[in-house]
């Protein structure tokens, strides 16, 4: 490389041609493969003859040329860059030369540079660019073919993926990778060996000479550039490499099934997942993709990953979009519709329950426990009794009862004012629902006789409660607009006789109910009564603990 180092002891460049020549003479003595000069030597010079001399003695040295004044892109197509004007060395060089290629590097409209020329044309003639020049006449293959129509460029067995326009993707790890760069003077005056570069292919150019140029490469990630030199080494290792790291990219069918596949992927995985996991699902899917291009891109291939990840985020945006305004909606409804009758720890359950399909809103037919609680003693109350005394007393009574409910995981159906309906068995399964009632019942007259002896000069209610158990329809009722879960059938309307017949602070239950056997809580068989419009029910009074 003609670097500061060798411009400060060599002189102000250019250097008289006889430089070069005694550079060739000491590199013949352990002959390099080839030695290609990517510097123009346009104009004559007295020193041409001794380094024709010194070119045509190493017997493998190559020449630089520069298509100047092009067509604009885009060309017609399967066309190589055409110029107008192409810069080639000086007549007597050209005739020693072994080769020549061009080095005429055009940037992409962002600056940098992905792909080169394989060959540019003038006035019918081809150029190969150097560095593909330097691999053929190291492969030994005379004449390069241009199959544009094929898209490749045939370098004996070597075939190079081309665009319409015969321009080749560069494979660049980093500036120069595995390519050792010396000092030119230090060559010059041997203190690099001749030797080093036995069997080697020799690229000379400018590292910091006014001939030399810079350019960003796609990896270059930190600003760092490749000069002309860099990229023309660069070619010829990435043609030469076993097996050669050509890229080529990904055809419209690979890119298009790679698309469907990542959107089709998204599509089927992401809406039964709450958005969270979709989006950390998302960028799972995102970094899979990365690291498939990759390993595609160490195979080869160029993947367009900007297509298959945008059909991904669109696809896991609509998703999103499509769940939080209907999807998360219908969650929170369904939240706010059965706070009002579940426990708290149980809302989540129910509605995960729902959006599972086990528990249809539309109507479902099961076994449940009902407990129907009648709160009575308004007719004792005081005349002078205010409306607002009334109901605060009510409010404290209902809320007496429904702690108890609560606890053993009942749904609260009907709160009715002076009455309410508790259900064990639904929404969710309760294998105990019998248990679960009758201990709710006792645990509510416990409560209700602690809360009189501790307000003994307040106005006493009471309650009586009636349980039964057996069939009922559970689902969604609306009407005007409003929505309400609850149950209708025989069993409700079993519980609410029952609960006529019970004596203040009494619980009578059905004999479904009463076959139960729970632990600490006794039963009574009661003269079996008669429901009108149900036929005969067999009654029997819970007894637990002081009740």
């Not at 604009?72 to 107008?84: G, I, R």
């Not at 390069?144 to 067995?157: Q, S």
């Not at 248990?435 to 709710?440: I, K, Y």
């Not at 632990?519 to 009654?539: D, E, K």
Request: overall charge neutral.
């Amino acid at each position: 490389a003609i670097d500061g180092k060798s411009l400060d002891e060599i002189g102000t460049y250019p250097w008289p041609r006889a430089v070069h020549a005694a550079l060739l003479d000491r590199l013949s003595a352990e002959p390099p493969r080839l030695v290609a000069f990517d510097i123009l030597f346009p104009q004559p010079s007295p020193d041409d003859a001794a380094l024709a001399m010194a070119m045509e003695k190493s017997g493998s040295a190559l020449l630089a040329a520069n298509g100047v004044s092009a067509a604009a892109y885009p060309l017609e197509a399967e066309t190589l860059p055409t110029y107008d004007v192409v810069i080639l060395p000086d007549e007597i060089l050209r005739q020693a030369a072994s080769a020549i290629g061009h080095r005429t590097v055009t940037p992409d409209e962002d600056g940098v540079v992905r792909r080169i020329a394989t060959a540019i044309q003038a006035n019918g003639i081809q150029y190969p660019v150097l560095g593909l020049a330097a691999a053929a006449q190291a492969l030994g293959v005379k004449n390069i073919e241009y199959d544009l129509p094929a898209r490749t460029v045939r370098v004996g067995a070597l075939q190079i993926p081309v665009d319409e326009y015969g321009r080749m993707l560069l494979n660049f790890p980093s500036p120069s990778a595995g390519i050792a760069t010396y000092s030119y003077v230090d060559v010059f005056r041997g203190v690099v060996p001749a030797a080093t570069f036995r069997d080697k292919l020799v690229f000379i150019g400018g590292a910091e000479s006014i001939e030399n140029q810079t350019y960003t490469i796609p990896l270059s990630l930190d600003g760092a550039k490749a000069n002309d030199i860099q990229l023309q080494a660069d070619i010829a290792s990435m043609l030469l490499n076993t097996p050669p790291n050509t890229l080529q990219p990904q055809g419209a069918l690979g890119q298009l099934a790679l698309t469907l596949a990542f959107a089709l992927l998204a599509g089927l995985t992401l809406p039964h997942l709450r958005p969270l996991y979709a989006i950390a699902l998302t960028l799972v899917y995102l970094l899979g993709l990365l690291l498939f291009t990759f390993e595609a891109f160490n195979r080869g291939v160029i993947i367009q990953i900007l297509y298959p990840a945008l059909a991904l985020l669109i696809t896991a945006l609509s998703i999103t979009t499509f769940r939080y305004l209907f999807e998360e909606r219908r969650r929170r409804f369904l939240t706010l519709l059965f706070r009002r009758y579940v426990p708290p720890e149980s809302v989540g359950r129910v509605v995960d329950a729902i959006d599972r399909g086990e528990l249809p809103l539309t109507g479902a037919r099961r076994v449940v426990t009902v407990l129907y609680a009648d709160l009575r003693g308004f007719a004792t109350l005081s005349d002078e009794t205010t409306p607002q005394t009334v109901l605060q007393l009510v409010n404290r009574y209902i809320e007496i009862a429904l702690q108890p409910i609560q606890a053993e995981g009942g749904t609260v159906s009907k709160p009715m004012g002076d009455a309410l309906i508790a259900i064990w068995n639904a929404p969710l399964d309760q294998a105990d629902h019998c248990a679960r009632g009758l201990r709710t019942a006792i645990q509510i007259q416990r409560d209700l006789m602690r809360y009189q002896q501790k307000r003994a000069t307040e106005e006493k209610l009471n309650f009586g409660i009636g349980i039964a158990t057996g069939w009922a329809v559970l689902g969604n009722v609306s009407a005007l607009g409003k929505v309400e879960y609850t149950l209708v059938g025989d069993t409700v309307n079993v519980a609410a006789r029952i609960s006529a017949f019970a004596n203040n602070n009494q619980i009578l239950a059905d004999g479904a109910t009463a076959e139960t056997n729970v632990p600490g809580i006794t039963m009574r068989a009661l003269t079996p009564v008669r429901v009108r419009g149900l036929g005969s029910a067999r009654r029997r009074t819970a007894r637990g603990g002081r009740t």
